[in-house]
């Protein structure tokens, strides 16, 4: 590691000398520690091992992706990786964003293996693979000063979310227009996606995906009281649980993923009650709606949450990981491939798809990988809610992505006052 960071450490030494870990200490449920006055006092007289303690999670797994995110705001020279962005008017384009956890190991393979390769592809490439907490709003902004030349898009986007490639004002309308095409060549992908119950396989040939960001969420069970144990997200719109439950704002593909998931399968009502259950909200500042503002201080029963963050917790402790019984919601890593140069985008996308890569989504970062030869060692109940393909075509996602975010807000509001 080039940090010496060591769960003895305070609070505010940590976030003092490394800024870039408050939003991840927000994002795992440290709220108050957006709050400066919070970190300069409080913060103070509490060590990382205190803190983590109180919230019985695992500190050696914390502490890993402390390193992690400290990591990857460092400059390149320094994390010993090549720039994960190179603008040098190559012949073909590769853009989009990486999931934090696995960033770097990913990152280190597609360099290692563009060295390797590059005397044998004959080409230039250039990229711009970041991690995915920075956003996806310079790649959307680049796709709207396109308006409508697709010559001006990269030739592959790999991404986490629905809004970028299925919004019609964004990457819908090239989508309509027949310029994405699914070229890993696979007949089948992993039965743990392709089965009587599921299939991600786009029946259109347009669309492919690597992997998948399973959502479930946590339940405290020093906060659950009486309440009966909660084991499906239908469990979570009960009127027992109204003003419990925190949402993974802060990870927009996340949680556009969660309210599509909840419309498509419990409607506008399950959305609303969603609304009304929210105690927390952690949305980025830019997605300035309504301040809600349930219960300061007041402790989440339910934290709804990615499988590889639920997977730090230790087992002591109160909280408990909950895979629900209608399916992890799931936030598909999409490759998406222009036509026009897939002679020189395939080799990209076999590696993208490659056992290898596949073993790095599934075994390190708990993102299931769609590879047929990766075992990703689900057992018989961790199965999946996904919207369907017929769903996401006959929809136009973008606009019910808003319609949804304003009637979910607007039921969380009317919980406040």
Same mark, same amino acid.
């Given at each position: 590691?080039?940090? $010496? ?28 520690? @957006? ?24 500190? /050696? ?6 390193? /992690? ?31 934090? !956890? ?9 360099? @290692? ?14 990229? $711009? ?17 396109? $308006? ?41 992908? $992993? ?36 309440? !009966?144990? !909660? ?86 402790? !109160? ?11 799931? @936030? ?29 989504? @599934? ?55």
């Amino acid at each position: 590691m080039s940090n $010496n960071l060591k769960v003895t450490d305070t609070i505010y030494d940590i976030t003092e000398k490394y800024p870039e870990t408050i939003n991840f200490f927000v994002a795992n449920g440290f709220d108050k520690l @957006s709050n400066p006055l919070m970190r300069n006092t409080l913060g103070k007289t509490v060590t990382l091992e205190m803190a983590l303690s109180m919230r019985k999670m695992n500190p /050696e797994a914390f502490l890993d992706k402390l390193h /992690e995110v400290i990591e990857q705001s460092l400059p390149d020279i320094a994390s010993g990786l090549a720039p994960m962005k190179k603008e040098e008017g190559g012949d073909i384009r590769i853009e989009g964003v990486l999931p934090c !956890p696995i960033r770097l190991p990913l990152m280190e393979k597609f360099e @290692s293996w563009l060295t390797e390769q590059s005397d044998k592809l004959g080409y230039k490439v250039d990229y $711009n693979l970041k991690s995915a907490n920075l956003g996806l709003d310079d790649v959307k902004e680049r796709v709207v000063q396109a $308006n409508g030349n697709a010559d001006a898009l990269s030739d592959l986007y790999l991404s986490a979310g629905f809004d970028l490639f299925f919004d019609k004002e964004l990457m819908g309308r090239y989508r309509d227009a027949g310029e994405f095409e699914d070229i890993s060549g696979l007949d089948h992908i $992993n039965s743990d996606f392709e089965n009587e119950q599921i299939n991600l396989k786009d029946p259109k040939g347009q669309y492919a995906i690597i992997g998948v960001v399973p959502a479930i969420f946590m339940v405290n069970t020093n906060v659950l009281g009486d309440r !009966p144990m !909660p084991e499906s997200w239908a469990d979570l719109m009960k009127p027992e649980f109204e003003n419990s439950i925190s949402l993974p704002m802060k990870d927009l593909d996340m949680f556009n993923a969660f309210l599509l998931h909840i419309y498509r399968y419990y409607g506008e009502e399950g959305v609303e009650k969603m609304g009304k259950a929210l105690l927390r909200s952690m949305h980025p500042a830019q997605m300035v709606k309504a301040h809600i503002d349930k219960g300061e201080g007041k402790v989440p029963t339910i934290t709804v949450t990615p499988y590889f963050f639920a997977s730090m917790a230790d087992g002591k402790g !109160p909280m408990r990981p909950v895979w629900p019984k209608d399916g992890a919601i799931l @936030s598909p890593i999409f490759l998406l491939a222009r036509s026009k140069n897939k002679d020189k985008v395939k080799p990209f996308v076999d590696l993208l798809y490659s056992k290898e890569i596949g073993e790095i989504l @599934s075994s390190n970062g708990k993102f299931p990988s769609t590879n047929p030869m990766v075992e990703n060692n689900l057992t018989k109940d961790q199965n999946f809610m996904w919207l369907g393909w017929d769903f996401i075509h006959n929809h136009d996602i973008g606009e019910l992505i808003k319609n949804m975010e304003q009637k979910f807000f607007q039921a969380a509001e009317k919980e406040t006052l």
